[in-house]
């Protein structure tokens, strides 16, 4: 009875000792391993580095700034043209032609039935020998992405709030990921609206099983999608002149 | 006491550590600020912002001397008429309701291409400038995707055979350096999957409209 404690005090301590010891050796890697990233990083950011990325943020909000100029001037002339509907039937005829053309084209906001994928990163550490590409998310899975929807029936798309258009592209730049003329940073959000049953129809799209589900599998990139019955896919902003395409005959 | 005092410290080292992971965990995503981008691709980044602003800004000259015509037409009678016309045939050209003829590429493709392969090729020419494109005799449009068919690739319903041609509206030069650029599209399309392509300039192209009906059946306009 009375040795029970003279045992159980040393046991404890040892298990306490043993634990903490654990614990900050685990913090100690750790701390290391980040204080180790931030001076390499620091090193790295040279003068050139912070003049240019200077020089790419103005161009960045003047984008910006540019593309709300451009989305006003558009209101307006859908305005002007949306009043003379009944004033004059030729008129009106043309008009109504040029609202649903802009409609067909991607250059009016749309809503309705459809569904939100959201693709990120991975959080997973990455393992020392492999490739740290592999668990971001690549212009190749946008694409694979996109095509899926398009080809289960998706009537309109926007990524990151870039409406996709006949002429948008999708492409790799360094770490980022162009759309039209924006830079694109993760997490991406996609809007596609279209018929309902979408979701489903995508998921089991072999464009979709082929390549992206298994990155997203295999590197553990966040993914997630959901259906919704009133979705809003912004209209695109950006230059729909075409300087080399003329309608035919006009030439 | 003893024990209570072991487990508080124990979760509180354990609340460090989980801090200190995410901190690192952090540190390995891509880069989040502009400034430790590589100089190479901030460089990168400024060239093709500074000509995306260009062609917006030439967008936005282009649309408000449009609204200018028309508030000069107040909005009613031939000259509304014919401003709107001109919209109308700019915008069907744009999204591929109407036909085009341009300047241009035309693109010969012979080999076991899969559909991302062909979407890939699309891509590029899409992202090099092209201002219309057409699949055989296919016009593509935003939602055009190749996908493959029970036997074969197909495009808006149309089969595609091992040998096709992409013809693209735009500047020549710019398509064909985009194309053949050390590394690109072609070399990795003849290295990959043995195709072969050639590329040639051509000064008059003529694209087909699509047949496709692109207003949403489902979705609806907000305005």
């Known amino acids: 009875m009375t040795t029970l404690p003279t045992r159980a005090r040393p046991r404890l301590r040892s298990g306490w000792v043993m634990s903490m010891a654990v614990a900050l050796g685990v913090l100690g890697f750790v701390m290391a391993a980040q204080w180790n990233g931030e001076v390499q990083r620091a090193s790295y950011t040279t003068s050139a580095q912070q003049a240019l990325a200077a020089q790419a943020l103005a161009l960045e909000q003047e984008q910006e700034s540019l593309q709300a100029g451009l989305a006003a001037v558009e209101s307006q002339l859908t305005e002007i043209q949306a009043q003379s509907e009944g004033s004059q039937t030729e008129l009106a005829a043309v008009n109504a032609d040029l609202a649903e053309a802009r409609l067909a084209a991607g250059l009016t906001a749309i809503h309705g039935p459809g569904v939100v994928i959201e693709i990120a990163d991975s959080r997973r550490?990455?393992?020392?020998?492999?490739?740290p590409g592999n668990y971001i998310v690549l212009a190749d899975d946008l694409r694979d992405i996109v095509v899926s929807l398009w080809h289960s029936g998706a009537e309109g798309i926007a990524i990151n709030g870039e409406r996709l258009v006949s002429?948008?592209?999708i492409y790799g730049v360094g770490s980022s990921v162009l759309v039209n003329t924006a830079f694109l940073s993760p997490p991406f959000r996609i809007e596609a609206a279209g018929p309902p049953g979408l979701e489903e129809r995508f998921q089991a799209d072999p464009a979709y099983l082929g390549r992206v589900a298994h990155r997203i599998e295999a590197f553990d990139l966040e993914f997630a999608t959901e259906s919704q019955?009133?979705?809003?896919?912004?209209?695109?902003?950006?230059?729909?002149?075409?300087?080399?395409a003329v309608p035919e005959g006009t030439q | 006491m003893r024990t209570w005092?072991?487990?508080?410290?124990?979760?509180?080292?354990?609340?460090?550590?989980?801090?200190?992971?995410?901190?690192?965990?952090?540190?390995?995503a891509r880069p989040a600020e502009l400034s430790s981008l590589p100089v190479a691709e901030l460089s990168t980044r400024i060239q093709t912002l500074s000509e995306a602003n260009r062609q917006l800004r030439a967008a936005l000259a282009d649309q408000s001397s449009l609204l200018a015509d028309y508030q000069a037409a107040g909005a009613q009678g031939s000259s509304a008429l014919d401003v709107s016309r001109e919209e109308l045939r700019r915008i069907q050209a744009f999204s591929g309701e109407s036909a085009v003829q341009g300047q241009g590429i035309i693109v010969n493709v012979t080999g076991s291409l899969d559909a991302i392969a062909v979407n890939d090729l699309v891509n590029e020419l899409r992202n090099a400038g092209a201002e219309a494109l057409a699949l055989d005799d296919v016009r593509i449009?935003?939602?055009?995707?190749?996908?493959?068919?029970a036997t074969a690739l197909e495009m808006d319903g149309t089969t595609i055979g091992r040998t096709f041609t992409v013809r693209a509206i735009g500047d020549p030069d710019g398509l064909?350096?985009?194309?053949?650029r050390p590394g690109g599209i072609v070399t990795q399309l003849e290295q990959f999957v043995s195709a072969t392509i050639t590329v040639s300039p051509t000064s008059d192209l003529h694209l087909p409209a699509t047949t496709l009906n692109l207003v949403p059946e489902f979705a609806e306009s907000v305005e």
Not at chain 2, 5 to 28: E, H, K
Not at chain 2, 141 to 149: D, F, I, L
Request: aromatic share 4%; net charge positive; proline share 3%.
């Open chain 2, 5 to 28: 005092v072991a487990q508080l410290s124990l979760a509180l080292i354990a609340v460090i550590i989980g801090i200190a992971l995410v901190a690192q965990f952090r540190s390995q």
């Open chain 1, 167 to 169: 002429t948008s592209s």
């Open chain 2, 141 to 149: 449009t935003a939602k055009s995707v190749v996908t493959q068919g």
């Open chain 2, 176 to 180: 064909i350096a985009a194309l053949k």
């Open chain 1, 229 to 244: 019955t009133d979705l809003l896919v912004p209209a695109f902003i950006g230059s729909t002149n075409l300087r080399w």
């Open chain 1, 125 to 131: 550490i990455v393992p020392v020998d492999e490739n």
